[in-house]
């Protein structure tokens, strides 16, 4: 995988153990390579071989479904805020908790 000419990158900053540094520097310069591109190269095979467990597809659909549902109820309060259309109904594990004063009649107030 090249680098995307458009400019849409993102910058990685990890720190190694030194002596896996030093191997990693060895190794990309047997390479001729720099460590940029010795690192691009490990993520993507990293990348392939997570694509390759045979439970991968999986957990990315679920992973895609929490994302929708995220999605949907924030979509749904963003609509009530201005009156459009009453937010969907929060899934009850989704609901945010209550916050404000109690009533003169609670036990607790």
Not at 53 to 58: I, W
């Amino acid at each position: 995988m090249s680098e995307p000419r458009n400019g849409n990158v993102k910058t990685l900053g990890i720190k190694l153990p030194d002596v896996l540094h030093a191997q990693f520097t060895l190794v990309a310069q047997l390479d001729g390579i720099s460590l940029g591109d010795a690192a691009l190269r490990a993520v993507e095979q990293y990348v392939a071989s997570k694509r390759a467990e045979s439970d991968f597809a999986a957990r990315a659909k679920a992973a895609l479904e929490e994302i929708e549902r995220e999605a949907a109820n924030r979509r749904g309060a963003i609509q009530g805020l201005f009156g459009d259309n009453p937010p969907a109904a929060l899934e009850p594990s989704d609901s945010p908790p209550t916050r404000g004063r109690r009533k003169s009649g609670d036990a607790n107030g």
